[in-house]
């Protein structure tokens, strides 16, 4: 029986593990594959965590909390970083 | 004197083209709302896909889905298209562009679940107010503002319920809402008539309806696997994704395009001041 589930989670620990390789061997996109990577399995993450609690597929207002949890969070953890980024670039 | 005049008739051409767009599209949506979400066969934007039938829609989604397939790993990879060559280009990929990344997912998909769900039209059904994001961030950032789009639909998907392998086909069908603008359109400034209508012909109609084919064509392809029916799938899927995206995008875009171009490119952050064409 074809899992899609566990599926999508290999593909993601396969971007993963080049992306690892590829930064480790100091070759460039490697750090861009481990983003890919990571923010994949990290939906899996997410998605197998909404199965466990039966959050999954359901019209619960939590997931648009969710959703804006990870507007706020991601946006600004990434602002900062990239603020910081180019302020010691300037240096 | 006549420069300016000309000027005033270009923008006030523009202004009429985006609201006879804008009207076109709000009349089709309510076609859709007379006609009833169960009769996609009667709404108008279907007819072009019950006249040509699944087949043909097919055969072209898969052309649309070869071209876009090669395209995504092309770029990943270095390569693009410019002035009709193909030329490598250098992306820099570092903690800037990467965290272009993770900002443009985050913020995409983020939007896209917070807003997943609500009813914007009641009792019928709800719009994605945040597709109107995804060709900002190709326009904007370029190559690593339509992965991270493609990464935002993913996240999108496993909230809003949608996750499966038919999701691997939205990945890249949002990262072609995201490319096409950035890649076709010749003055990205959304400060000129030419920059407009530019937007219209390509963040709009040309990407809503390749990104629609693209994913359409995936989900009908792996029908035995997803189990979505090829009726269902040409019949009400295409069509309600060409117009959710292309309605809230011909609304939305071109004013936060507007605001978010100076900034950004104040900053260094547009595509342009990062990438080098060799």
Redesign the interface.
């Given at each position: 029986m074809f899992d899609q589930y566990a599926t999508l989670t290999i593909i993601g620990v396969i971007i993963l593990l080049i992306g690892i390789a590829l930064y480790a061997a100091r070759k460039k996109g490697g750090l861009m594959l481990t983003l890919i990577g990571g923010l994949w399995l990290f939906t899996m993450g997410l998605y197998y965590g909404l199965v466990a609690t039966k959050l999954y597929g359901s019209r619960s207002i939590l997931l648009n909390v969710i959703g804006i949890i990870i507007l706020i969070v991601g946006a600004t953890l990434s602002i900062v970083y990239i603020k910081k980024y180019l302020g010691q670039a300037k240096r | 004197m006549s420069s300016g005049k000309s000027s005033t008739a270009l923008w006030a051409v523009t202004f009429v083209i985006a609201a006879l767009f804008i009207a076109f599209l709000l009349y089709i949506g309510i076609d859709i709302i007379t006609k009833g979400l169960g009769n996609p066969s009667k709404w108008l934007i279907t007819q072009p896909f019950v006249l040509l039938g699944a087949t043909t829609w097919f055969i072209i989604g898969g052309i649309l889905w070869a071209l876009g397939t090669v395209l995504f790993f092309m770029e990943?990879?270095?390569w693009t298209i410019r002035g009709g060559r193909l030329v490598r280009q250098v992306i820099r990929?570092?903690?800037?562009?990467?965290?272009?990344?993770?900002?443009t997912?985050?913020?995409y998909?983020?939007?896209?679940?917070?807003?997943?769900?609500?009813p914007i039209i009641p009792g019928f059904t709800w719009i994605r107010p945040a597709n109107a994001l995804a060709p900002l961030f190709g326009v904007l950032f370029g190559i690593p503002g339509a992965?991270g789009t493609a990464?935002g639909n993913?996240?999108?998907?496993?909230?809003?319920?949608y996750?499966?392998?038919g999701?691997?086909g939205g990945f890249i069908g949002n990262f072609i809402i995201a490319y096409v603008p950035y890649k076709l359109m010749r003055d990205q400034t959304f400060r000129t008539p030419r920059s407009i209508v530019e937007f219209y012909v390509w963040g709009v109609i040309i990407a809503s309806v390749w990104c629609s084919l693209y994913i359409s064509w995936w989900l009908d392809a792996l029908s035995p696997?997803i189990g979505l029916p090829s009726q269902f799938v040409w019949g009400f899927f295409a069509p309600w994704v060409i117009f959710n995206n292309a309605f809230i995008t011909a609304i939305v875009s071109p004013i936060l395009g507007y605001i978010l171009y100076p900034p950004i490119k104040a900053?260094?952050?547009h595509w342009t001041d990062r990438v080098e064409f060799k």
């Amino acid at each position: 029986m074809f899992d899609q589930y566990a599926t999508l989670t290999i593909i993601g620990v396969i971007i993963l593990l080049i992306g690892i390789a590829l930064y480790a061997a100091r070759k460039k996109g490697g750090l861009m594959l481990t983003l890919i990577g990571g923010l994949w399995l990290f939906t899996m993450g997410l998605y197998y965590g909404l199965v466990a609690t039966k959050l999954y597929g359901s019209r619960s207002i939590l997931l648009n909390v969710i959703g804006i949890i990870i507007l706020i969070v991601g946006a600004t953890l990434s602002i900062v970083y990239i603020k910081k980024y180019l302020g010691q670039a300037k240096r | 004197m006549s420069s300016g005049k000309s000027s005033t008739a270009l923008w006030a051409v523009t202004f009429v083209i985006a609201a006879l767009f804008i009207a076109f599209l709000l009349y089709i949506g309510i076609d859709i709302i007379t006609k009833g979400l169960g009769n996609p066969s009667k709404w108008l934007i279907t007819q072009p896909f019950v006249l040509l039938g699944a087949t043909t829609w097919f055969i072209i989604g898969g052309i649309l889905w070869a071209l876009g397939t090669v395209l995504f790993f092309m770029e990943l990879l270095g390569w693009t298209i410019r002035g009709g060559r193909l030329v490598r280009q250098v992306i820099r990929w570092d903690p800037v562009d990467v965290s272009i990344v993770a900002l443009t997912a985050a913020v995409y998909g983020g939007a896209l679940a917070a807003t997943g769900g609500i009813p914007i039209i009641p009792g019928f059904t709800w719009i994605r107010p945040a597709n109107a994001l995804a060709p900002l961030f190709g326009v904007l950032f370029g190559i690593p503002g339509a992965l991270g789009t493609a990464i935002g639909n993913f996240i999108a998907d496993a909230l809003s319920g949608y996750l499966s392998v038919g999701s691997i086909g939205g990945f890249i069908g949002n990262f072609i809402i995201a490319y096409v603008p950035y890649k076709l359109m010749r003055d990205q400034t959304f400060r000129t008539p030419r920059s407009i209508v530019e937007f219209y012909v390509w963040g709009v109609i040309i990407a809503s309806v390749w990104c629609s084919l693209y994913i359409s064509w995936w989900l009908d392809a792996l029908s035995p696997v997803i189990g979505l029916p090829s009726q269902f799938v040409w019949g009400f899927f295409a069509p309600w994704v060409i117009f959710n995206n292309a309605f809230i995008t011909a609304i939305v875009s071109p004013i936060l395009g507007y605001i978010l171009y100076p900034p950004i490119k104040a900053r260094g952050l547009h595509w342009t001041d990062r990438v080098e064409f060799k």
